[in-house]
């Protein structure tokens, strides 16, 4: 009974789509850090004039800089397993 | 994290454990980006922070003001609709004024099978139910229609009961404007098939052409249909 009310949207990580149904307004969908696959998403509404405006939101998601910064100095990261962490100004930390 | 944080309205989880977000790895953050923050998922006592929002249990909070909807005519309600796409102005006008807007909660009947139907329905808003047997149904969303096939064939019985799945709101089209609607050409194909077989067979068989299925159609015989 549930699925009837939802639309099933696949999208890649990263990648930027509009969403389906609505005008001016697009969903990005990114993963977090967390023990298990978790997401996160931002949807953000772009007028063709007017301020745009966003809605972000993590699911489970441990963050720590300083923490993540000692995990990755003791190598539970590694650079090839494609995870990648932002720091405040949205560089890679 | 500027993939979060850049946002205007920020939900971040914090607490649960030692995998989930500390509130204390986020009071360094300055306090306008702290303004923006709803915190969720705390298994702590929420409390008041002079910056920090946390969502707290049972407690509504309104996060952005709505603005007021304009009023929103009859014709405004069905004039993108696929189903009167080809439709002149003024006809529409014209079968808009001589249809009727019906609201109904959830679990309300629209019609019984086997009603005389004089009307067909579009879907405004809500999610209507379709009954076809006791195992099998459709739910119809805005902008589909149904019960065309009591006033567009020549049995003028329902072939299904309509129930609302949700606060539903349909415009009752009276029969005479069914020609008048630009149904697709695949449709009308579609529906004459359908009342050959409707003619002929049985009534429960065109129903059936709507979803792929097995249709009895004697004590030994079973057509199976499928859709595309």
Do not use: C
């Not at chain 2, 009307?119 to 969303?141: M, P, R």
């Amino acid at each position: 009974m549930i699925e009837e009310f939802v639309d099933l949207l696949e999208v890649d990580a990263g990648k930027e789509v509009k969403l389906p149904g609505f005008e001016h307004t697009y969903l990005l969908f990114d993963y977090s850090l967390h023990s298990i696959p978790v997401g996160r998403f931002r949807v953000t509404y772009r007028p063709p004039r007017g301020k745009e405006k966003t809605i972000s939101h993590s699911g489970d998601t441990k963050y720590d800089e300083d923490l993540t910064h000692r995990w990755w100095e003791i190598g539970i990261f590694h650079e090839n397993d494609g995870t990648v962490f932002w720091d405040l100004s949205g560089m890679p930390i | 994290m500027g993939f979060v944080w850049d946002a205007d309205l920020i939900i971040q989880e914090v607490g649960g454990g030692n995998l989930h977000t500390e509130l204390a790895s986020l009071t360094h953050l300055r306090s306008s980006l702290a303004k923006k923050f709803v915190l969720v998922h705390q298994h702590k006592e929420p409390f008041d922070h002079p910056y920090f929002r946390f969502a707290q249990e049972g407690k509504t909070d309104v996060l952005i003001k709505s603005r007021k909807p304009k009023s929103r005519t009859k014709m405004d309600l069905i004039k993108d609709t696929v189903l009167f796409g080809n439709v002149k102005k003024s006809q529409l006008e014209k079968i808009v004024g001589q249809s009727k807007i019906q609201k109904l909660k959830a679990g309300e009947i629209v019609f019984s099978k086997n009603e005389i139907g004089n009307d067909f329905f579009l879907v405004l808003d809500g999610f209507a139910e379709i009954g076809i047997n006791k195992n099998q149904s459709v739910v119809y969303e805005k902008g589909m229609f149904f019960g065309e096939l009591a006033v567009s064939t020549t049995n003028p019985l329902r072939r299904a009961t309509v129930k609302a799945l949700s606060v539903l709101t349909l415009m009752k089209i009276p029969k005479k404007f069914y020609t008048q609607s630009s149904l697709p050409k695949i449709i009308d194909e579609f529906y004459q098939l359908g009342n050959y077989f409707n003619n002929i067979l049985r009534p429960g068989l065109i129903a059936f052409l709507g979803l792929g299925g097995l249709a009895p159609l004697g004590k030994k015989v079973t057509l199976f249909l499928l859709t595309a």
